[in-house]
């Protein structure tokens, strides 16, 4: 497999040229960590904690905003690669011969997500799951859980930073592979919609969500600012 290099951002933060799902699915073989799935906010608004997280781990580009990015630094054809598409890509490959733990959601969301992958994946071997609703000392005992029982994936559906610092003390505890899904439970289980085909192939989510959810708004135009410094070159 040829050598896939980190792509560095003026402001730091770096991320992978990945070409397609297998070949983000072969790096993770060979590549134990987290995926985190890069759109404009983790480009443009991440703090330091967040921006060393990611550059510890495994960066892909979920959004326009980071294939953009990457074309303005010499990728030549950089590809998009939604989350809430990957996870299940991950499954498929690996579903017969890997083990999974999955965490997140409300606790219908879990409980509907596990049963319809069983249906889905027949043999599918679930370690353990859980809600994403942790309490004080809930933490400590989900991250012995994972190092006890071992999981080759774990995924983790909490929105972020909060999905990414968690994973970052399960890897400590146990390497593996570890995403962060942000709604994909819902997605996945038909309690959220993703837009519709057209919008998702003119690259237009983003707008799609603040006409179907006036409460993004806000985050809408921060993002379109992010877009704006990374076609200037200012990122």
């Given amino acids: 497999m040829k ?7 003026k402001n730091g933060v770096t991320l992978f040229p990945f070409t397609s ?12 960590g987290i995926l985190i799935a890069m759109n404009a906010g983790k480009i443009g608004r991440s703090n330091k904690e967040m921006v060393d997280i990611i550059n510890r781990n495994i960066g892909y580009a979920d959004g326009i905003a980071a294939v953009e ?22 499954i498929e490959k690996k579903y017969k011969d890997s083990t999974f733990y999955l965490v997140g959601g409300k606790q219908e969301v879990i409980d509907t997500t596990i049963a319809k992958l069983r249906e889905d994946y027949p043999g599918i071997n679930i370690l353990g799951y859980r809600n994403g609703y942790l309490k004080s000392d809930d933490e400590q005992k989900l991250i012995e859980d994972i190092a006890e029982k071992k999981p080759d994936v774990v995924f983790v559906a909490m929105g972020s930073p909060k999905q990414e610092l968690l994973m970052e003390s399960m890897l400590q505890s146990h390497p593996a592979i570890y995403q962060g899904l942000g709604g994909s439970f819902d997605v996945y289980t038909g309690r959220m919609k993703r837009a519709p085909e057209w919008w998702i192939k003119h690259n237009m989510e983003g707008p799609y969500r603040v006409m179907t959810d006036k409460k993004k708004w806000k985050r809408f135009v921060q993002d379109f600012g992010v877009m704006i410094k990374i076609k200037l070159g200012m990122i």
Avoid at 3 to 9: N, Q, Y
């Fill in 3 to 9: 050598e896939i290099k980190r792509v560095a951002m």
């Fill in 21 to 32: 799902f297998d070949e983000i699915i072969f790096f993770i073989d060979e590549n134990k």
């Fill in 69 to 90: 990015a990457l074309k303005k630094h010499g990728v030549e054809k950089p590809v998009k690669i939604p989350g809430c598409e990957l996870w299940l890509k991950i």
